[in-house]
């Protein structure tokens, strides 16, 4: 059975030079997928540069692997249109929350890995993944494929559990 990991918080923040869906513009939107679990944006109108600033939510099990990406132009009248696609892999964050147990990091702000772009990510460049006051936190541009041209930033958060090594004087106290 596949055991939960915490709390995976995915904030979108902007879109960049997206592609053009209807006469002169597009009316994005962000469909997010890991696992079984989807979550979408709201409709930005008209824009090829949309701000969304809109944080998704989902209840991750392991073994957390990809964090699917799909843009798409609402239309009224007919499916909507394709944007592009990307995708992220997730396991560098969840091996960055291992390490933050490991090295028992719980409060400020420590680097504990860097990602950089490569032919099989998503990546405009290179992403830090940093522990900012015991939350796991990687921001990231990714490059939309299947379309001429489109990116997207996502600030992407692995919210777990701090497992600090237990005393032995807690561990006396249960005997």
């Known amino acids: 059975m596949d055991e939960q990991l915490g709390l995976l918080k995915v904030t979108v923040v902007q879109g960049k030079r997206l592609v053009i869906r209807d006469f002169k513009s597009s009316d994005p939107y962000v469909v997010l997928k890991v696992g079984n679990q989807t979550a979408k944006t709201k409709v930005i109108n008209s824009c090829l540069n949309p701000v969304w600033n809109e944080e998704l939510n989902f209840t991750p099990t392991e073994p957390l692997v990809v964090l699917n990406l799909e843009v798409f132009d609402k239309d009224l009248l007919k499916a909507d249109d394709k944007m592009g696609n990307a995708f992220l892999n997730l396991q560098p964050l969840v091996s960055a929350a291992r390490l933050r147990d490991i090295l ?4 400020g702000e420590t680097t504990l890995r860097k990602v950089i772009p490569e032919s099989d990510n998503c990546l405009v460049r290179e992403s830090s993944i940093n522990c900012v006051n015991g939350e796991v936190v990687q921001n990231v ?21 701090v497992l600090l090594p237990q005393s032995s004087a807690q561990i006396a106290t249960r005997s």
Do not use: D, Y
């Not at 028992?104 to 409060?107: A, D, E, G, I, L």
């Not at 600030?155 to 559990?161: E, R």
């Open 141 to 161: 541009w990714l490059r939309l494929r299947g379309v001429e041209s489109g990116e997207v930033e996502l600030i992407v958060k692995l919210i777990t559990p």
């Open 104 to 107: 028992r990091v719980s409060s």
